[in-house]
Every structure is written in C-alpha cells, then in structure tokens.
C-alpha cells in the first residue's frame, strides 16, 4: 500500500457523492466501489471515510436508512439527496476547471522547457 | 444547504446522542466484518483475517472522536475539557478551596463595597427626576451655604426664572400629647409646593394645596410612614384624625410613601405647612429656612445658579441693610445629601479592590506553581497528540472554573458582608443616605461581580498558558521537567509577591492613618472636664408655658429635683451642649470699631452660671464667671472664648468692651466680663470658633439641655433623671438623655472615622495574611526547586546555617522590594485620602515605620518555615532523588 497515490486534498466528498449517484451504498461498499473503480489506484481510508460520511449528511447532501444487504446484513445505507446531486454538478465543475488549470500550467511548463 | 438546517440537525443529533454512537458503532462493526471476509475469500484463516482487517482499520475510538467532531459542537469538546478540570480541582481539593476562598473574599468584599457605592451614586434619592431637584441656600462670604429668610424666598420663589418650582423647609420640633406623656417629635414645616417639587406622590390622603402655607392658614399634618405605621397602626382611617401638637390640633391629611426621605430632615416624622411667621420669619435679616427647587427643562445648575444670583443681587439693592453681600449658591441635591460620604465610599471600594488584586495575584501564583508541577502531564498529553491549542484550552478552562466557582461564592459573601455592613453602618450614617437601605445584591452588584469574575478569569486562564506557551513542551519532556525550574515563572510568581506585599503596605497603612486619626480624633483636646457629666433635653409646651418668664421659672424647679438625686454635684442649663455643631450663631459688631456691615459670625450660648465653672470644669482666664445676679433685672454682660478673645481684640484687654448687633442697638449692648480657655462646642475636628456665652436667666430658652455632674455612675443616673423632671410636669418633653462621654464617642465624625478604620483595617488584615502566605508559597516553591543545588551546595560543605541565609536572603529581597514601593505607594495613597484624616499626614513616619516593621516581621516569619526546610535538606537524598 506503500505507494498508492495520496487522494488529493477535497475531493473524497466529490467522489463520495458521484459514487452514491449510480445507487445507494453502505459505507464499506463506497470504499470497495472508488477501489474498484479506480482499479485499485484510490483507496479510500476508513479514518476519512466516516467522518466524511457524517459531514455530508450534516450538510443534507446524502441521507442514511438502515436496510438489508444481499447477504442480510443490516447496514446503513447512504442515499444521495436533491440537494446532494447540485452539490455534485458544482464540485464536478470546480474541478475540472482545476484539472484544466492545472493542465495549461503543465503544458505552458513543458513548452518553456 | 444554510447553516440554520445545518444547526438543526446538530442539535437533533445532540439528544440523539446515544443512536448516533450507537449507528457508527454498529456501521464500523459491518465495514471490519466484510473487511475480515474479503481476507478470508484471498486465503487467510477467520483470526488472521480479524485481525489483519482490524490492524487495517485503524483507531477505532480515534475515528469515532473525528465522527463526533464533525458532528458535535465546539462545546462539547468544551464540556470535556470542563469534566477534566474538575477531576483534577477534585484531586487536589485543598489547592482548589483555598483558591475558591481567595476568590470568594476578594470579588464578595469588593462586590459588597460596589453595592453601597452603585447605591449611593447611580440611586441615590427617591423622587421623580432627581438628577433635577437642586438644593437652593443663601451665600456670604463667611458661610458659602446659609439659610434663606423667609421674606427672600418668597423673594426669589416670585423672581427666579429658571426653577419650575422652588419651595422651602425647616426643621420644627412639637410636643406630641399621647395619653397623659409629652413626646417631643422631630418634625418639618414646608412651603405648599415641597413635596410636588421634590417628585413625591401620597401614600394615602393628600398633598399640601397651593396657598395652604400661608400665615394664617389651616392646621394640617402629612405623617411619614414609619409614624403612621408606629403611632396609627397603619389604619386607613388615621387620615382625618387629629392630633395634639404642642397643645394645637392638626388634622391629618396625607401620608408619605414608606420609600421617601429627605436626609436633612431626616428624622422628621410629620410635615406641617410654613403657616404662620414667627418673631424671626417677619425679619429679612432672620435666615432659618432652606430651599429646594426643580430646575425647568434644559436649564443647567450653573444657569440656574447664575440665575439667582442674579434675584440675590437685584434683593441686595432693593434691601440693603439685611441683604448687603448676599449671594446664592445651588447645587445638586443629590451632591448636597451624599457628596460627603463619595470620598469615603471611594476610599473603601479602592480598599476592596486592593484586596481583590492581592487574592487574584495569590491565586495566579497558586495556578502557576500547579501549571509547573504538571509539566510533565503536559509534556506526555503533547506527545501523546494533544496540540498545543486543545492544552492551552484545558489549563484555561481550569482557570475559568476556579473563577466561575470563586464568583458564585464570592456573590454568596458578598451578601453576606452587605447584611455586616449595613449593621455595623453607624446609626447616623445609616438614618442619613437614603439609599442604603436598597443596598442589596440585584442587577448592578450582580453585573459588577460578572465583570470582576470575567477580569479574574481572564487572569486566571491566561497565567499558565503564558507560562506554557513560552516553554516548549519537548524539551520539558526530556529535560524531566526539573533543571530550568522556571526561571522565568519564579521571577514571575516573585514580581506578583512583590506586587501583593505592595498592595498590602498600602492597606496597611491607610488603616494605620485612619487608627491614629481616630485616635486623635478622640483626645482631641475638648477644653472641659467630660467624665461625670449626664445630660438631658428639655422642650417646654407654648400652651402651658407662653412666656420667657414662665420657661424661667422652671430652671430652679428642675435644679431642685435634680440636686436631690444622689451622687449629684451641680446641675445647669443651656441652650447647647458641647462638642455638638458650629451652629447657632449671631453676627456682632464691636462697639467704638470701624464697621462696614461685615458679618463678624460668632457661636452664642446661653448658659446658667454653674454651667461654665462647676459642670464643665471650664478655666477662666480672666474676669468672672456669670452669677445668679445675671438675669432680666440687670444688665446684660457676656463672657466669651479665648479664639474670640484673640480674632477680635488682638492685642487689648477685651474686659469692659461692649458688644452689640449690626446697629448697636442699645438693647442688644453687653459688656465683656470674662475671658475662658475654648471649650470645643463644634464637632472634634472642626476648628474652635468664637464664642460668646450668655446668661441663660437673661434670655431663657424654651428648649433646653440639663447638664448634671455627678460623683458616681452619670449612665446609671439618666433615666433617674427622665423620671425626675417628668414628675414636675407631664406636658413637658423630656428627651436625649446621653452622658457626655457617649456623645463624644458617637459624634458622627467619630462613628464615620471609627467605621472607615474598622473596615479599612479588615481589609488591612485579610491582604497582609494573604500577601504573607503568598511569600511563604513562593519561598517554598522556590526552596522545593533548588533541592538539588542546595544539596551539591552542602556536599560541598555549605553550612546549615549558609542555606539558611541563602533562603532568608531571597525572601527578604522581595519583602524589601514590596515593602520599599508600598510605603512610596502609601504615601501617595494618604496623600489622596488626607481630607478624611484628622491630625495625621500622609507621610506619618511613625505608622509607616509601624506598617513596615509588621509586614516586615511577618514576611521574615513566613520565609523561615521554608528556609527551615531547606536547611534541613539531606545532601545524599537530594543529589539521588532526581
């Protein structure tokens, strides 16, 4: 686990929040879904991972039920909210404005080098 | 989503405290368990698996505490810290008591002290507006506040244009006829419009109407509460009963609020109209009244002030015989009734403050030695993880808890000393301020202690975290917290020693001045013999005896009654007695003098010829003394005081002179016939004035005080002779029977001394055993920090004896240094309270060398314990122990 690459710095809840797009999740099936998703570059800290959880449903953004899982289990299940999806659509563009920033800056870098 | 929905749901989880734990719990449990499974379907065996996924998980309870941050309020984190306080205030409660006790006395005393302070200044008078109500008096050049006539007031009521209204009062005394007993009642006589001025509505019944002051007018009555409660039982249907007084019958009409006073008749307890003019209201030149007025909307006291005088000065042309000189003077009424006690009040609330910074500065060094011996705690929770600010946060919640607990109970004693005070209060001062009696804890005191209580936790929180921020936590951790022993906290802790041995020499010497000022106060030379003397007041009733003649009679009457008792040795009469007031006085012209209507203002007594030689004991000096032969039938003659002896026949023999009023009108002629030592006739520290003395059989009083030497017990023989004088007439009003040595000891300036230096020297006390046991602490403290190098010292070879003195030397640094600046501090403070001491200066070495030597002897007594114990160090131990 060495070298897996840091998360970067706020987006846990973003990816979060897209993760729960597709369909409601527990906890530990949002950290297996960004692993997986992610072919095993993110992994999701579980130190991080709760209190996260508890932010967004703080801010209303995702909403939690307890229910059974497949193997009937009961675990609780985060679902995302109304509110959470505009959440998601502003964080999304906020980020990819970076990534674009953050792609010109390297470019630029590149071209001058 | 907004922050109030935010809010919302952080409270809802609040009480859904136990769920939510509960929930995480529950949810982590899950998220291991499928961790663990996971493992197992890779190949590992079911404990492999556990623990591998718990290894992975991480700190459980770590990330159950962020969970809770995230959702928990900062206050929660608040309450920890608070439930840790109290773990460790409990741990140690002698370090806590002690501290709450500083505390306690420091914010109840000034807290209490605040009270009568708040009352005086902010409340001081119950009547509408009375920041309005001006205190009006006539003004010469001798006396800058005297009494109007009543001819100048009706004057300046008629001509002022700045007051919406002016009234005046006096004082009166009646005889009130109960059953088959004549009581003298203090009482007032007020122009119709006083009340209205002053803002006072009835309890019951009515006010003076407009007119009804006038001479001639009805007799009508207003009772105080007090005297309705007392003499009608509180009956609705007192008013319209009437009353004897002096033999007249007044109708009751009103009755004043139980709230309302006016201190300068303050024992008054009925009002009657102005009505009729006596002998002296007819003249211009006669002043017995005094004036209050309401000022009109914006109408300053300065305008209102100029204002009259402008009227006094218009008078003065228009009457140039009485009213030449005379100005107006106006102030406050408020000033006028509580102006003398603010410098006092003042005095003491720097006093309870003083206090208050030696408890704060002993319990910061407290705190302070408490945040040096748990470095090391310290040390071990930052290392642990603890960050600076959540350390910062805990010693300052300590801080606040010791601070919210001291003010809780310092409100709780501040109650208390209020009730003390208020009983220890002399009576006068008690009867006079109206205000004292809502001196209580409410909303100012309440608000006062808070904003001492805020101060002092401030203090409090912020010493240690001084003290930890300026030490870095490593190096405490791996120095074990020993060898720096705070070189900057003990310079600290000595600098707040320093400051409370400072303060306390202040305390200390301020009650040191005010001691000897009520020790002079109290042998002030009085010119007179005052041991065996018993006295009494006497009031004749007009209906029963209408003329001088008749008041005459009763002088050898009562001299024969009382002559009779046992032990007795003379019995006089006189028209007032010692040690009372520079009051009742006559203005002189002498003859054969340039005179250009000056008001040459001396003290006149009437007194019978025993008075002077036989019962007061008084020197003369040259001439006579009077004789029985001094009376109507002969000329009248007059013996005055030395001070008078030498302002007005400086250089010449007074004996022979004639003395006579402005005019020199052939009846008010008298000739000088002796000269005595002074007799003090004003209060002990008012300067001795002139004083001409008369024949009491020459100009009898209907008022009069009985002066009766005694050989044997003068107390045991006042009510002997209430009963004496009672049995010749039942109409006459016998009252404030006092022997002469009482009244010298409850002179008001001496119960209002006595007082300030009990409370003063209270204070005194409380800051010099609290400063002391801040030293001892600090030496302690100190002596507990160098146990190593006083052990390589002996090892060395120090002698006992060199460790001794190496301790005694620290402590008697400081002593010398705090003792130093507080006697520079004290003279400074004697300075600013010199108009409250009495033949005392500031600088009285003797009390400040007095004060010196006690702290001193003190300080030397505290530092020995410690300096005891350091030499009683055992080197080998010391050098092992660390």
Same mark, same amino acid.
């Given at each position: 686990m060495a070298n897996k690459p840091e998360l970067m710095p706020g987006t846990l809840d973003m990816l979060i929040l897209q993760t729960l797009k597709r369909a409601p999740l527990h906890g530990y099936g949002i950290a297996q879904s960004i692993r997986r998703v992610s072919d095993e570059v993110l992994t999701v800290e579980e130190g991080s991972l709760y209190p996260a959880l508890q932010r967004l449903l703080l801010q209303g953004w995702v909403k939690a039920e307890w229910k059974m899982t497949e193997t009937n289990r009961r675990a609780r299940f985060y679902t995302l909210t109304a509110a959470g999806k505009k959440q998601l659509g502003i964080e999304l563009t906020k980020f990819e404005q970076m990534v674009a920033a953050i792609g010109r800056v390297l470019r630029a870098a590149e071209e001058a080098g | 989503?907004?922050?109030?929905?935010?809010?919302?749901?952080?409270?809802?989880?609040?009480?859904?405290?136990?769920?939510?734990?509960?929930?995480?719990?529950?949810?982590?449990?899950?998220?291991?368990?499928?961790?663990?499974?996971?493992?197992?379907?890779?190949?590992?065996?079911?404990?492999?698996?556990?623990?591998?996924?718990?290894?992975?998980?991480?700190?459980?309870?770590?990330?159950?505490?962020?969970?809770?941050?995230?959702?928990?309020?900062?206050?929660?984190?608040?309450?920890?810290?608070?439930?840790?306080?109290?773990?460790?205030?409990?741990?140690?409660?002698?370090?806590?008591?002690?501290?709450?006790?500083?505390?306690?006395?420091?914010?109840?005393?000034?807290?209490?002290?605040?009270?009568?302070?708040?009352?005086?200044?902010?409340?001081?008078?119950?009547?509408?507006?009375?920041?309005?109500?001006?205190?009006?008096?006539?003004?010469?050049?001798?006396?800058?506040?005297?009494?109007?006539?009543?001819?100048?007031?009706?004057?300046?009521?008629?001509?002022?244009?700045?007051?919406?209204?002016?009234?005046?009062?006096?004082?009166?005394?009646?005889?009130?006829?109960?059953?088959?007993?004549?009581? #003298?009642? #203090?009482?007032?006589?007020? %122009?119709?419009?006083?009340?209205?001025?002053?803002?006072?509505?009835?309890?019951?019944?009515?006010?003076?109407?407009?007119?009804?002051?006038?001479?001639?007018?009805?007799?009508?009555?207003?009772?105080?509460?007090?005297?309705?409660?007392?003499?009608?039982?509180?009956?609705?249907?007192?008013?319209?009963?009437?009353?004897?007084?002096?033999?007249?019958?007044?109708?009751?009409?009103?009755?004043?609020?139980?709230?309302? %006073?006016?201190?300068?008749?303050?024992?008054?307890?009925?009002?009657? #109209?102005?009505?009729?003019?006596?002998?002296?209201?007819?003249?211009r030149s006669c002043h017995n009244l005094f004036a209050v007025g309401r000022l009109r909307d914006g109408v300053t006291v300065e305008m209102a002030q100029a204002d009259m005088k402008r009227v006094a000065a218009q008078l003065a042309i228009q009457y140039p015989g009485s009213n030449q000189d005379q100005g107006a003077e106006l102030q406050l009424l408020s000033e006028l009734i509580i102006g003398h006690a603010r410098p006092i009040l003042l005095m003491l609330l720097a006093g309870a403050g003083l206090l208050l910074v030696i408890a704060c500065a002993n319990v910061a060094s407290l705190l302070l030695v408490r945040s040096e011996s748990r470095r090391r705690e310290v040390a071990v929770r930052g290392a642990l993880g603890a960050t600076p600010v959540r350390l910062v946060r805990q010693f300052m919640t300590e801080g606040l808890l010791l601070a919210v607990a001291g003010c809780g109970a310092g409100v709780l004693t501040a109650g208390g000393m209020i009730a003390l005070l208020k009983a220890l209060m002399p009576q006068l001062m008690a009867q006079g301020p109206p205000f004292l009696r809502d001196v209580g804890i409410h909303v100012h005191t309440l608000l006062f202690a808070g904003a001492v209580a805020l101060v002092a936790s401030g203090l409090l929180a912020l010493t240690p975290v001084l003290r930890l921020a300026l030490k870095d936590i490593h190096t405490a951790l791996s120095e074990g917290g020993r060898t720096a022993a705070g070189r900057f906290w003990r310079r600290l802790g000595a600098n707040l020693v320093v400051v409370e041995l400072t303060v306390a020499v202040v305390l200390l010497a301020g009650a040191g001045l005010l001691g000897k000022s009520l020790y002079r106060l109290l042998h002030v030379q009085m010119g007179f013999d005052t041991t065996h003397v018993a006295t009494l007041q006497v009031m004749s009733p007009d209906k029963v005896y209408p003329k001088p003649e008749d008041w005459a009679r009763l002088y050898p009457v009562i001299k024969s009654r009382l002559m009779s008792l046992p032990g007795v040795q003379a019995v006089a009469f006189t028209s007032d007695l010692p040690v009372q007031c520079n009051c009742d006085t006559d203005w002189i012209r002498i003859e054969g003098r340039p005179f250009h209507g000056e008001h040459n203002e001396v003290l006149q007594r009437d007194v019978s010829p025993e008075y002077l030689p036989t019962v007061l004991k008084a020197r003369l000096i040259e001439g006579r003394m009077f004789t029985d032969m001094d009376d109507m039938k002969h000329p009248q003659v007059t013996v005055i005081n030395e001070t008078m002896a030498k302002k007005y026949f400086p250089g010449e023999d007074p004996l022979g002179r004639r003395i006579g009023n402005g005019k020199l009108d052939p009846k008010s002629m008298r000739e000088v016939v002796g000269v005595i030592a002074d007799i003090?006739?004003?209060?002990?520290?008012?300067?001795?004035?002139?004083?001409?003395?008369?024949?009491?059989?020459?100009?009898?009083?209907?008022?009069?005080?009985?002066?009766?030497?005694?050989?044997?017990?003068?107390?045991?023989?006042?009510?002997?002779?209430?009963?004496?004088?009672?049995?010749?007439?039942?109409?006459?009003?016998?009252?404030?029977?006092?022997?002469?040595?009482?009244?010298?000891?409850?002179?008001?300036?001496?119960?209002?001394?006595?007082?300030?230096?009990?409370?003063?020297?209270?204070?005194?006390?409380?800051?010099?055993?609290?400063?002391?046991?801040?030293?001892?602490?600090?030496?302690?403290?100190?002596?507990?920090?160098?146990?190593?190098?006083?052990?390589?010292?002996?090892?060395?070879?120090?002698?006992?004896?060199?460790?001794?003195?190496?301790?005694?030397?620290?402590?008697?640094?400081?002593?010398?240094?705090?003792?130093?600046?507080?006697?520079?501090?004290?003279?400074?403070?004697?300075?600013?309270?010199?108009?409250?001491?009495?033949?005392?200066?500031?600088?009285?070495?003797?009390?400040?060398?007095?004060?010196?030597?006690?702290?001193?002897?003190?300080?030397?007594?505290?530092?020995?314990?410690?300096?005891?114990?350091?030499?009683?160090?055992? #080197?080998?131990?010391?050098?092992?122990?660390?």
């Open positions: - | 989503m907004n922050a109030m929905g935010r809010w919302w749901r952080k409270v809802k989880l609040l009480f859904g405290r136990e769920t939510f734990a509960v929930d995480l719990d529950e949810e982590m449990a899950f998220h291991r368990e499928q961790m663990a499974k996971e493992l197992e379907g890779e190949g590992m065996t079911p404990e492999q698996a556990r623990v591998a996924a718990m290894r992975q998980f991480g700190n459980t309870t770590r990330m159950r505490e962020r969970s809770h941050e995230v959702v928990g309020f900062r206050a929660e984190t608040v309450a920890q810290d608070m439930r840790f306080a109290v773990r460790q205030l409990r741990k140690n409660p002698g370090f806590a008591v002690t501290a709450i006790l500083m505390l306690a006395l420091g914010i109840g005393t000034s807290t209490a002290i605040f009270g009568f302070v708040d009352a005086a200044m902010l409340e001081p008078l119950p009547y509408t507006q009375p920041n309005r109500v001006v205190d009006v008096a006539a003004s010469t050049p001798v006396f800058p506040r005297g009494n109007l006539s009543r001819a100048d007031f009706e004057d300046w009521q008629r001509m002022n244009k700045t007051l919406s209204s002016l009234d005046a009062y006096t004082g009166a005394g009646y005889l009130l006829r109960i059953g088959s007993v004549s009581q #003298p009642v #203090p009482a007032g006589r007020v %122009s119709d419009g006083f009340f209205g001025t002053l803002g006072v509505r009835m309890e019951l019944g009515r006010d003076f109407r407009p007119g009804e002051d006038k001479p001639g007018g009805p007799k009508i009555a207003i009772l105080s509460y007090g005297t309705w409660l007392k003499r009608f039982g509180g009956r609705r249907d007192g008013i319209g009963q009437t009353v004897s007084l002096s033999g007249d019958p007044y109708a009751i009409v009103g009755v004043l609020p139980q709230n309302f %006073s006016f201190a300068p008749r303050a024992n008054a307890e009925l009002w009657v #109209p102005l009505g009729d003019k006596g002998e002296c209201e007819n003249r003090r006739e004003g209060a002990p520290d008012d300067d001795p004035w002139p004083a001409e003395y008369f024949s009491i059989y020459h100009g009898p009083d209907d008022n009069f005080a009985v002066a009766v030497r005694t050989a044997g017990d003068e107390e045991a023989l006042l009510p002997e002779m209430v009963k004496a004088v009672r049995v010749i007439d039942a109409n006459l009003g016998v009252y404030g029977e006092v022997t002469m040595a009482q009244q010298i000891d409850n002179s008001a300036t001496a119960m209002i001394h006595r007082f300030m230096t009990m409370l003063l020297g209270a204070f005194a006390v409380m800051a010099l055993v609290l400063s002391v046991v801040g030293l001892c602490g600090v030496v302690a403290y100190s002596v507990s920090q160098r146990t190593r190098e006083i052990g390589v010292r002996m090892a060395l070879g120090a002698q006992r004896s060199a460790v001794h003195r190496l301790i005694l030397k620290e402590a008697g640094l400081l002593a010398g240094i705090g003792i130093a600046l507080g006697l520079g501090c004290a003279v400074g403070a004697g300075t600013m309270m010199k108009s409250m001491l009495f033949g005392v200066r500031a600088w009285d070495l003797s009390t400040l060398a007095g004060v010196a030597a006690v702290l001193g002897g003190f300080a030397l007594l505290a530092s020995f314990i410690p300096a005891r114990r350091a030499a009683r160090v055992n #080197p080998v131990e010391a050098l092992r122990a660390e």
